[in-house]
C-alpha cells in the first residue's frame, strides 16, 4: 500500500517508516501538520491519494485530531491508523469520533502494525485470503513470497515489489505512473524506463506473457502459460 507517515519524534519516525518498508509498503514521511495537510488532506491535483495514513496526535505546529476531521470533511478515502503516545479512554474515543479506523498506543510493535495493516488491505480488497493465484503462480503478500509451479522463485526487491503492485489487483490494468508512485518515496528518483526494464526481468523469470502490456494503459498480471 501507498501510506503516509505523519510523526514529529524522528527516531520513532525513522523506526516506522523502516518497518513499513520492509513490510513492501511504499512510505512517505512528515513531521508536521502543515507539511501532511499538502501530501494528504488538500494535495495537488495529480498526486496519487494515499491508501492509508498514520498519525502522531500531537504535532509541533497542529493538531492530529484537526487533520483527520479536515480530511474526512474533504471526503478523503483514506484509510487513518492513530499512532499517539494518548492512552486514555477519551483520547482513544476522541480519535475514532474524529475519523480515525484504527487506534494504536505507542510504544508501538512494528510487527503488530504490519499486521493491523494487512487486516485493513484485506478489507479493502474483499479478501481473506494474502495469498494470490494466478495459475501455477503464486504470490504470497504476507511472507513476500513468490512460486511458480510450486518452486520457489528468487526475485530482487524491485521486482518483488512490481509484482506485488500487480498481484494486489488481479484482473486490473496498473498505469505505469501507479506503478512507480508504489515504487518509491519521495526521496528516491525514478529513471524514465525502470518500470519497463523490471517487468522484462520479470517477465524472464516467470514467463513472457505473465505480464501483458495494454499500450497507453500499463500492464496486467495473468496466468503464466503452462510449461
Known amino acids: 500500500m501507498r501510506v503516509l507517515l505523519i510523526e514529529d519524534d524522528a527516531m520513532v519516525g525513522r523506526a516506522l517508516k523502516a518497518g513499513l518498508a520492509q513490510d513492501g ?17 488538500a494535495p495537488a491535483a495529480d498526486t ?3 491508501d492509508a495514513v498514520i498519525v502522531d496526535l500531537g504535532l509541533p505546529d497542529g493538531s492530529g485530531l484537526d487533520l483527520i476531521r479536515q480530511a474526512r470533511a474533504r471526503n478523503t478515502r483514506s484509510v487513518i ?4 503516545a494518548r492512552g486514555r479512554v477519551a483520547d482513544r474515543i476522541a480519535g475514532l469520533d474524529a475519523g480515525a479506523d484504527d487506534y494504536m498506543v505507542k510504544p508501538i510493535d512494528l510487527d503488530e502494525l504490519a499486521a493491523r495493516l494487512r487486516a485493513i488491505e484485506r478489507r479493502l480488497e474483499g479478501r481473506t485470503s494474502e495469498e494470490r493465484r494466478f495459475g501455477a503462480l503464486c504470490v504470497d503478500l504476507k511472507n513476500n513470497a513468490v512460486r511458480l509451479a510450486d518452486k ?18 488481479p484482473g486490473a490494468i496498473l498505469s505505469k505512473e501507479r506503478i512507480e508512485e508504489t515504487l518509491y518515496n519521495w526521496d528516491k528518483s525514478v529513471g524514465s524506463n525502470t518500470v519497463e526494464v523490471l517487468v522484462y526481468r520479470l517477465r524472464r523469470k516467470l514467463g513472457n506473457r505473465t505480464i501483458e502490456t495494454h499500450r497507453g ?10 510449461a
Not at 509498503?25 to 488532506?41: E, F, I, L, N
Not at 491508523?81 to 499517539?84: L, P, Y
Request: aromatic share 8%; net charge negative; hydrophobic share 60%.
Open 217 to 226: 494503459l500499463g500492464y496486467r498480471l495473468v496466468e503464466p502459460e503452462p
Open 152 to 169: 520457489p522463485v528468487d526475485l530482487t526487491a524491485l521486482e518483488l515489489a512490481v509484482l506485488v503492485a500487480l498481484a494486489r489487483r
Open 81 to 84: 491508523i492513530v499512532v499517539t
Open 25 to 41: 509498503h511504499a512510505a512517505d514521511w512528515v513531521q508536521a501538520a502543515g507539511a501532511a495537510h499538502s501530501a494528504w488532506v
Open 48 to 50: 496519487v491519494p494515499y
